[in-house]
């Protein structure tokens, strides 16, 4: 004998039974739409928005997120809650969600969590199209994104860090565009959290230049980055 959680009567006595809204905590609850069909997320979680931060769901295209104050739709595109689905809901204090039914994932599977995500508008003085960007911490390579001209997201770039054992909130990070650093460094956020950082590469250096090589101190490897303003014969020499 199976319950339908979203139906309005017991399969199995045929009366009207009282919906027990499930209690969220403060932070990351990992939870279950529990309804018949998908429903706007807007109106799903209308009775915690004071209290909703975000919400986060995995498919298999990705993942597919609603950030509170973010206004960019290529962002924010999770616009319905389905039945089936898991769910993280951040949120800044306890509150009681009616739609949602607890999560119990294995002991022997870990449920990967939200990453953080950085995301900017790419500017260049020539026609973007299928331009190498890379995100680098620690001398390794964290993620990688190719910007085309008819890509999804157009001319902007997204990144997601999964945090864990190799990339931490606070570590320092550097976006490269086609092997030369771009924009200032920045800093990995936490789960769930969302950084805007505009870049701009110019494909037609005004001069020859060397930069700072990354990472400094390094061990065993470090990257040395330079441009030319012209195509010529290039000579790097190391001391000590």
């Excluded at 529990?34 to 975000?54: P, V």
């Excluded at 331009?131 to 085309?148: A, F, P």
Aim: aromatic letters at 12%; glycine letters at 8%; proline letters at 6%.
């Amino acid at each position: 004998i199976m319950t339908r959680y979203g139906s309005e009567y017991s399969p199995i006595s045929n009366v009207s039974y009282a919906r027990v809204p499930i209690q969220l905590s403060k932070g990351w609850n990992l939870v279950g739409f529990i309804q018949d069909e998908k429903m706007l997320l807007t109106d799903a979680i209308s009775g915690i928005f004071d209290e909703c931060i975000s919400v986060w769901t995995y498919t298999q295209t990705g993942w597919r997120k609603y950030i509170k104050g973010i206004t960019d739709p290529m962002i924010n595109d999770l616009v319905y809650m389905k039945p089936g689905y898991g769910y993280w809901i951040n949120t800044t204090g306890e509150c009681s969600w009616e739609f949602g039914g607890v999560i119990n994932p294995s002991p022997s599977r870990e449920m990967r969590k939200p990453p953080f995500l950085l995301y900017g508008k790419v500017t260049s003085d020539s026609i973007i199209e299928d331009l190498n960007i890379t995100l680098r911490s620690k001398g390794m390579v964290v993620d990688n994104y190719n910007v085309e001209k008819d890509a999804k997201y157009k001319d902007y770039y997204v990144i997601e860090v999964s945090l864990g054992d190799r990339f931490l909130e606070g570590d320092t990070a550097q976006l490269y565009v086609e092997g030369i650093p771009v924009g200032a460094k920045v800093l990995l956020g936490g789960i769930g959290t969302v950084k805007r950082h505009d870049i701009t590469y110019m494909s037609r250096p005004v001069r020859a230049e060397l930069f700072q090589n990354y990472p400094n101190p390094f061990n065993p490897e470090t990257w040395i980055p330079y441009q030319l303003e012209r195509e010529g014969i290039v000579k790097i020499e190391i001391y000590t």
